[in-house]
Structures are given as structure tokens and as C-alpha cells.
């Protein structure tokens, strides 16, 4: 593929082929891919504007409450003269109160008192619950590839057309009950709402967006790679765009050469001893606080694209991405034991979609003494490795490279299941061989 000189020029194009599509086409149904901080919400928003100064009604399906709040503030700042409805739930704190200052947002718990306004928005699991209703001319479903088909079918019979927007290297949609009856049927309920749509579909227009504006460009070709090998993306800038500084000096510490290491390549892998460990590796976990601790003790400031002057990384600017929710709570446990506050710290489900300065990672398969399923997950490292928009630390002990040999995939073949690649073995194996030039071994 030829890359454009010019990243913003590129994007453009796709946007335009994208709304193009959406505004004159004739296709029922539009997929578009994003990449990790393409510009997903942005697209979302822009293309509901459109809809709306089109006068074409518009309902907007998004996965989650706070995904909603998100994009009624985002469509209020763009277009603060443009009535908009929340459809929301009847529990007592159903939507951001922030909503509440917005003089052309609407809220309701019932479809029926939105009805005639130009954009309404709200849950896939709302939306399930509206009957007997004048169908919509279109719809955006954000967040795409992670809503099952099931809930799709819940709501298809809402819109008349609709744009899919959402990111395929991501984790899978969740459920709570297994579903292996159902593998490799057509109708799986557990497969995502883009898989099933497409399985039925497969003349739908597909369209990517090719650019991510989070990922620096020490990230873009790792995760592109890894991640996304059939339809890659670069990053919207280049190496000496953004750049990552600290105040203060380096102490020798395991932590803080790995900073520094990160601070100059993007990326930077503090290595503990081999060991079989607890789920809550004591030693691990506080390795983890310890470099967020000394990351902000050393007064890091980010320069970058989106500033003149360099801005300090403060502990909103800075995640901890686990995979296991006791994990993160024992991060948070040892943070505050440090003394430090305000850093998000939760699993890489709950990290999915949000965008932080620098993220530490305790690595899924960090002292585990087999690689199950649920760890090598493709999803999970994705999400993990590409929330960064200046470096990424990972914790680990030694010998996951070893255990990936040793354990390879033991899943059943089940015969009509689209195989997805990369697999997690090969993408665990990429990042690996990646950080293992930029790591720095410490023996706490």
C-alpha cells in the first residue's frame, strides 16, 4: 500500500467516501472500520450533523450509557441550535446531569415524546424496549463490533438504513452465558452485530478509516501489524511530533529506566524474575505503582501537536490497564499506599475507548503458568497496547514467551466459525518480540 505524504488528506478522502455513501447511496447498511483514535466519534457526530441538515430523522444506537452522554455533549458543542433527544431508562440516575444545561436536549424515559425531533439517541438495550413506532429513516450504530447480533435484531426493525461504525481489533462483544450451541451458526446470537450483518450481507459497502490520531508513530506500526494485518492504518503524525520529558533526573531504578526507555522509544517493558505468581502478583502490582509514582514524582510534560508549549502529565493523563478487575483493584490498593490519586486504573474492557497520555500495562500473561483463551484474547492486548498518545510501560515476568510455546491453542475447531487472525499466540508473540528491545530487567 502507498502511504499519502499527507495523513489529514487521507483521512478526508475516506470521510468523504464514507458520508458520500451514507448521504446517496442505496446499500442498507454502511460498515465502517476504525483503527484505535481514528476518529470514530468525530465520523459519528459529523455524520449525524449531515443527516440532520438533510432533514432526514435519525436515530443513534450507541453500546453503553456513558457512550450516549458522550455524544449528546459532542453533538451540543457542534451544533448547539440542533434538538436532540435522550431517550434514557426509568432508573433513578439515568444519564449524566451534565445534560441537564444543554437547552436543545431533550430527555424522556418514552420514544413517543421525542418523536419529530431531528437526532435521539440512546442504548442498544433502550431501544429494544421501543414498540409501535414510525420507523426511522436512518440510523448510526456506534460501537459496532462490540453489540451482539441479538441485540441488533432487537432494534432492526427501528431504521430503514443504517451506518456501522466501530473497531474490529477490539475485544468482543460480552456475554455472561455460554454459547457454544450456537457456533457457527448464521444466526449466532453472540457473534457481533458487524459479523452477522456481513455473514448475511456481504455486498454491503466496507470502508476503514486509515488514520489514527492517537497512536504516535512509535505505536502505529505495532499495532497496525499486530492488530489490523488486513487493513492497516498509520499514524497521524510523525517522530518528532510529540515528545515525552522529565524534570527530574533518573534515580537507576528499574522504574525509572524504564520511563526513561519509553520516554525515548514509545514503548518500554520492565521485566520482573520468572515465577509463578497469584493472579495479584504483590511483586508486580506495586512495580506498577512504582512507575506511575516516579513518573509523576519526575514531573513528566508532553509536547505534541495539540500544544505550543509542553504540558505536564498529570494523574488524569495516566491509566493502568489490567486484565482482571482484582488486578486493578489491587493496583489502586498500592497506588494509594504511594500517595497517589486520580489515575484510572480498571480492566482493559472498561479502558476501551478511552485516550490517556501514557498507560502502564500489567501484561494479561504476566507469572501465569498456562495461556487460556480469555488471556490471549486478541482484543484485550489491542485495547491495552493502543490507549497511549505518548508511551506505554509494560510490566511483566519473564518467560511469557516461553509459556505462549508451551500452551498453544487447544480450542475446538467448530466448523462454520470464521477463524480470527491474527490469533492471540501470533499477536502476543508481536508485541513481545517488539518490547524486548526496549526492556529493562529489575530484580525489586
Known sequence: MTLVSDPAAEAARATGAILDDTLRGSARGIVVDSPPGAGKSTLVVRAALELAAAGRPLMVVAQTNAQVDDLVVR???????LPVGRLHSSDSDPYDKALDTLGNVVKSAKAADLAGLDVVISTAAKWAHVKNVEPWGHAI??????????ALLAVAGLFERALFVGDP????????????QWAGLSYDPSASAVSTLLAHNPELPQH?????????????????????????FRSGTGHGDRKLSFGVASDGSGPDRVLDEAAESGWGLLELPARHTPRTDPEAVRAVALVVRRLLDRGGVATSERAEEPVP???????VGTAHRDQAAAVRAALAELGVAGVAVDTANRLQGREFDVTVVLH??????????????????????SRHRHACVVVCREGVADLLDEHPSTE?????????????????????????????RWRP
Not at 477490539?170 to 457454544?180: C, K, N, R, Y
Request: proline share 10%; aromatic share 8%; glycine share 6%.
Open 208 to 232: 476503514r478509516l486509515p488514520v489514527s490520531w492517537r497512536l504516535p508513530a512509535s505505536a502505529a506500526p505495532l499495532v497496525s501489524s499486530a492488530f489490523y494485518p488486513y487493513t492497516p
Open 75 to 81: 453533538l451540543a458543542e457542534k451544533e448547539p441550535e
Open 412 to 440: 475446538p475447531v467448530q466448523l462454520g466459525v470464521t477463524v480470527k487472525f491474527p490469533d492471540g499466540w501470533e499477536a502476543n508473540h508481536a508485541v513481545l518480540a517488539h518490547l524486548a528491545e526496549r526492556r529493562v
Open 313 to 319: 502529565v498529570t494523574a488524569d493523563r495516566v491509566a
Open 364 to 385: 494479561p500473561l504476566s507469572g501465569r503458568p498456562d495461556a487460556t483463551a480469555f488471556h490471549l484474547e486478541t482484543g484485550r492486548l489491542c485495547v491495552l497496547a
Open 169 to 180: 481489533g477490539q475485544l468482543d462483544p460480552f456475554s455472561i452465558v455460554g454459547a457454544d
Open 141 to 150: 450504530v456506534d460501537e459496532a463490533y462490540q453489540m451482539r447480533s441479538d
